[in-house]
T-cell receptor
Framework: NAGVTQTPKFRVLKTGQSMTLLCAQDMNHEYMYWYRQDPGMGLRLIHYSVGEGTTAKGEVPDGYNVSRLKKQNFLLGLESAAPSQTSVYFC?????????????FGQGTRLTVV | GDSVTQMEGPVTLSEEAFLTINCTYTATGYPSLFWYVQYPGEGLQLLLKATKADDKGSNKGFEATYRKETTSFHLEKGSVQVSDSAVYFCALREYGNKLVFGAGTILRVKS
């Protein structure tokens, strides 16, 4: 039972490079989320998706793009990385059923932009 | 928009001390409320939850009660252990399904 899997776990990028973070969940959840975690700022929502083919902006979407082509996958892209995007990125998923409201998190991706 | 406010940390306690971490929320509807815990170097894990007013969530000796009248969901534990040292996040999920987290509270327990 894998739950939510993020790849890669660590990455170092040079300023201006691009990359894609992959999130995969095997729980058939409708909702998926990307957060970034920075010291003293908690978790901030970047983008989220309420279903296959749909995405929406969160609190801090600038510099990121996302896609949800398949229900089980949610991709986060950085087109031109900046040092301000150095952070730990977490993906999460949850069910549409309000009685199963909890979110399940991946282990995180530590990204450093130099 | 919806928001969650947690007490600032770090909170430093001796082993077996009583713990309270305050959490209040602002939401337009009737959100589900959660406490998540993050141990060093790990992702977030659900600690407990409550989905409606007056519900009490409990797990591993931790408790929190959904208080609609005070819009609060304070986390308590009667006797903390060194192994409880972690970052604790209060969160809500509104019916619109966006998850909103507080800034997190660092708990340090000394033996």
């Amino acid at each position: 039972n894998a739950g939510v899997t993020q790849t890669p776990k660590f990455r170092v990028l040079k300023t201006g490079q691009s990359m894609t973070l992959l999130c995969a969940q095997d729980m058939n959840h409708e909702y998926m989320y990307w957060y970034r975690q920075d010291p003293g700022m908690g978790l901030r929502l970047i983008h989220y998706s309420v279903g296959e083919g749909t995405t929406a902006k969160g609190e801090v979407p600038d510099g990121y793009n996302v896609s949800r082509l398949k229900k089980q996958n949610f991709l986060l892209g950085l087109e031109s990385a900046a040092p301000s995007q150095t952070s730990v990125y977490f993906c999460a998923s949850s069910s549409r059923d309000r009685g199963l409201a909890e979110a399940f998190f991946g282990q995180g991706t530590r990204l450093t932009v130099v | 928009g919806d928001s969650v406010t947690q007490m600032e940390g770090p909170v430093t306690l001796s082993e077996e001390a009583f713990l309270t971490i305050n959490c209040t929320y602002t939401a337009t509807g009737y959100p589900s409320l959660f406490w998540y815990v993050q141990y060093p170097g790990e992702g977030l894990q659900l600690l407990l939850k409550a989905t409606k007013a007056d519900d009490k969530g409990s797990n591993k000796g931790f408790e929190a009660t959904y208080r609609k009248e005070t819009t609060s969901f304070h986390l308590e534990k009667g006797s903390v252990q060194v192994s409880d040292s972690a970052v604790y996040f209060c969160a809500l999920r509104e019916y619109g399904n966006k998850l909103v987290f507080g800034a997190g509270t660092i708990l340090r327990v000394k033996s």
